[in-house]
């Protein structure tokens, strides 16, 4: 008889989980019970940098807003007075030597539309922690505050999120979690830079990472990408110096300049559906990278500063070919026979081995006869002639430009 091993589970590593000595905004939130002809929409925790609070820094002009807070007073929006005096005799003491209370944000039965716009002059009211349900969020603009958790419900939608404000989260240094509402298509530009989050799962829907988006995130350890992105901007996750690993979704087509730059990913397995890439340069971990068929653009500094690699295979479908000019990280160069293809512009890396550049590259292009260009470096034609005399003259007459 088999002795019974207990499974016994393993916490995840990336988890945020709210400080317990905080108040239970979950709890508090769920067992409140609205004023009549209102629906809560949100808390807000802060802790007690101020002896006030002005709930117009929460809702920007939200006429039909309501807040509730955790001293048990109660007050309608006012745009000429917003601020309440906290009674601190309700606060709760937390263990790392502050105090935390609460609001409650409610506003009128199907009025979902809410402005966040002014969260940013939250920072000297202390915000910790916003918890936003069934709301539809016209604009965010929560920058340079002390929050750690940016939290939304299934419920909760966007509406223009193209518009929002630049860096609407960015520089948010203790910021460590974050749940984004569905139906954003496309994330701003710096949206998360310089912030602590360890992980994020981006929601479907989302179709574009504008460029500079999570950059610096430099405890970003992992990216869950949805099905429906397209496209990574410029420097979209550059200088995310945690970030060991990425699976990219199939129907991506662009990553943009840098996307990667300086992250220390040690493999990566490029989707079918992308078309267009120049990203990994300066990733100094990486030690396998796997371009798909159906790849057409390799573009300048893609791959700079990475540590050697055994060897890259160049796709049949690739057209433009910038990016492998200081190739370091290169030992051999793999091509299918006769696959380049008209108007091909190919910068043919100097420090290749010889042996492998002759064998794997040169003596394989076809003789399609319409003048493809190889750019070869003083060095490398020395080194080639030196290996072979024979290579260059017979590329030139097979109509190529040396």
């Known amino acids: 008889m088999k002795k019974y091993i207990p499974v016994i589970p393993i ?3 990336f988890a945020w989980t709210p400080n317990p000595t905080w108040w239970d905004y979950k709890a508090v939130f769920e067992n409140d019970t609205p004023p009549e002809g209102f629906q809560k929409r949100a808390i807000f925790l802060f802790y007690d940098s101020s002896h006030e609070l002005n709930v117009n820094d929460i809702v920007d002009y939200q006429q039909d807003a309501y807040f509730r807070f955790s001293d048990g007073r109660e007050r309608p929006y006012d745009n000429n007075n917003g601020y309440h005096i906290w009674d601190t005799s309700y606060d709760k ?4 030597g502050y105090n935390t209370r609460y609001c409650i944000v409610y506003t009128l039965i199907g009025q979902r539309d809410i402005n966040f716009e002014n969260l940013s002059s939250s920072n000297s009211n202390g915000i910790l922690l916003a918890y936003i349900d069934d709301v539809n969020i016209t604009n965010l603009y ?3 505050t002390s929050i750690e958790a940016f939290i939304t419900t299934k419920k909760t939608t966007v509406s223009n999120a193209d518009n929002w ?3 609407a989260l960015a520089y948010n240094y203790n910021l460590k979690h974050v749940v984004l509402p569905k139906g954003i298509k496309k994330l701003p530009y710096g949206f998360l830079g310089r912030t602590a989050i360890r992980e994020i799962e981006l929601p479907e829907g989302l179709e574009e990472i504008v460029h500079d988006c999570f950059y610096n995130c430099f405890k970003l350890e992992k ?11 410029e420097y979209a996750f550059y200088y995310c110096i945690s970030l060991e690993k990425i699976e990219l979704n199939e129907g991506l087509k662009y990553i943009g300049s840098y996307a990667f730059g300086y992250c220390p990913l040690r493999e990566v397995k490029l989707p079918s559906t992308l078309k267009h890439i120049s ?8 030690k396998e990278l796997i371009l ?3 790849l057409e653009r390799i573009e300048s500094g893609v791959m700079d500063g990475m540590t050697p690699i055994e060897e890259l295979k160049l796709p049949s479908s690739l057209t ?3 990016g492998i000019e200081n190739d370091n990280f290169l030992k051999k160069l793999i091509v299918d026979e006769g696959f380049i293809p008209p108007g091909t512009y190919f910068n043919i890396p100097y420090r290749l081995s010889i042996p492998s550049l002759c064998e794997d590259f040169l003596k394989k292009f076809g003789d399609n006869g319409s003048n493809p260009a190889i750019h070869l470096s003083g060095s490398n034609t020395s080194a080639i002639n030196a290996y072979d005399p024979t290579i260059i003259p017979a590329l030139q007459a097979k109509n190529y430009s040396i």
Request: with cysteine; charged share 15%.
């Open 320 to 322: 433009q070919m910038y």
């Open 11 to 13: 916490a995840d590593p």
């Open 223 to 233: 990216v869950t990408f949805p099905k429906s992105l397209t496209k990574i901007g």
């Open 279 to 286: 990203c990994f340069s300066n990733c100094w971990n990486l």
């Open 93 to 96: 003491p937390c263990d790392l």
């Open 142 to 144: 929560c920058n340079n």
């Open 165 to 167: 404000n630049l860096y």
């Open 292 to 294: 798909p068929e159906g």
